[in-house]
Nanobody
């Protein structure tokens, strides 16, 4: 079992920045591919970015150049640095985990993950 706890959400003006953190329990964090998803009111949950245990990353086109996913395996934590935020980024952000080979890049489908955090709200005002 892995427990995930997100933090770092909040209210920010358009053009601002936030850094989300997702802390994981357990001693084999590097064995998990990690993903970030978001869900806006009335919309389906959507993929944002993911990172393999070894640090290989993928992101959706709409956040490339603005968001960066990273991880610190020694701290059992994955991060989502969000810059130049836009009102369209307003959503509840979730991290997710899937046990996998170190170089395996996690999927962009939410069905591919086994564990989820409770989410953290990000609100971007115009």
């Amino acid at each position: 079992q892995v427990q995930l706890v997100e933090s770092g959400g909040g209210l920010v003006q358009a053009g601002g920045s936030l850094r989300l953190s997702c802390a994981a329990s357990g001693r084999t964090f590097s064995s998990y591919g990690m993903g970030w998803f978001r869900q806006a009111p009335g919309k389906e949950r959507e993929f944002v970015a993911c990172i393999s245990g070894s640090g290989i990353t993928t992101a959706v086109d709409s956040v490339k150049g603005r968001f960066t996913v990273s991880r610190d395996n020694a701290k059992n934590t994955v991060y989502l640095q969000m810059n130049n935020l836009e009102p369209a980024d307003t959503a509840v952000y979730y991290c997710a985990a899937k046990r996998s080979a170190t170089n395996w890049v996690p999927p962009q489908s939410s069905n591919g993950y086994d564990y989820w955090g409770q989410g953290t709200q990000v609100t971007v005002s115009s």
